[in-house]
């Protein structure tokens, strides 16, 4: 472990984040974390007191990978040191979580390890490290609910979007996957902590919310009478707020899809058309060796519920190819079935495995060759029905969210609905409303379109909530 070093003034911290949204969440929240602490966000990791590196267990080799982003992060603190200032590194996210003393012993140069689970403790793990030299450590599944923990999100200037976790962990042990390792089990907010903390993103001028959970949809948080509250309720309460005009969901979980949830894609105008369900995989005997509880005809009947309340939506998937074990012919199952549902997205990997997870000690392994074979034959289908998709919006006109400044100069981009990227001529002025745009063209990657002419600008019904 390193030596204790000085601490400095003014304190920065850069954090580098990977992985999937609520990893991006978690780092907003351990930036405020370390707010009242003095702690300012900068860029430039070589001005860094503190670099946080939020990892991701998900990809391929992701331990490895953040070794060699430590050594060189070792290379930094030592120049720094060279120049008299300190530095502290700190490990946070699903790697420091299943990794946990092994960091220690193979980097030295980190001062602190912190599971998803403990950020609350962040502030105070930063100063004992700052005032004792000593390594510190938190990587329990505290009893306790660190969102309770955490300081109030601060007001300020906020983006268009913002993602609000309310629910963590699983307990569906998909073979393949760590979460219920490095999140631990279900837990869900309270409904009363999310309000307050989606009005104070309304008050800073946040129009749309992402609820974000590895198995969002089995979310159960204990209302005021400590009867648990299902997703949709939540939704339900959450659209309550004036100010609000987007609520969207992922990650979600097919078994948990019930009909209260998809109802409600009819019945509340602010649940966007758009929903991620992860499929995995299309033959059923991959499904089983998968853990994943459902077979192929349950993901379609879940499916054909969700459009004949909603025949426009978007929907995106997650699929894996090359399970071990995966013949030719349980492929061309998935292959069948993503044809079938014809996605507007989907986000497809070979499967690698992943060190203590059930699946890692399966065989027959599957080539890395048709590995690499299958996932482009499932991507190449997938890119022509999500071009398919975008190309069907040309010639509607769709409520944009503008976010921020386009590609080209003079561009703003924005999302539609169904989450697709729109880039269109407009002041930036409008960055932060909801405009109604005319789309004209669909490109690889986003729509353009222009704002249809004598709109007026809506705005949120009221400036607070
Ligand atoms: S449902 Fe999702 S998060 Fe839970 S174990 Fe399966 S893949 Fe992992």
Redesign the pocket.
Known sequence: MAQAPHKPLPKKVHIKTFGCQMNSYDSERMAEALEPEGYALTGDPAEADLVILNTCHIREKAAEKVYSELGRMRLAKERRRQEGRGTLIAVAGCVAQAEGTEIIARAPAVDIVVGPQSYHRLAFLVAEAWATGNGQLATDFPAEDKFAHLPERPQGKAQASAFVTVQEG?????T?????YTRGAEFSRAPAEIVAEVERLAARGVREITLLG??VNAYHGAGPDGRPWTLAKLLRRLAQISSIDRLRYT?S?PLDMNDELIQLFDDEPKLMPYLHL?F?AGSDRILKAMN?KHTASDYEAVIRRVREVRPDIALSTDIIVGFPGETDRDFEATLALAARIRFAQAFTFKYSARPGTPAASLEPHVPDDVKRERLYAVQSLIDGDRHAFDRATVGRRLEVLFEGPGRKPGQIAGRSPYLQAVHVEGPKGLIGQIGVVDILASSPNSLTGVIKSGFEWREPAQAAV
């Open positions: 699983c307990d569906k042990f998909c393949f996957c760590v979460v219920p590895q198995n990650t979980h992860p995995q994943r």
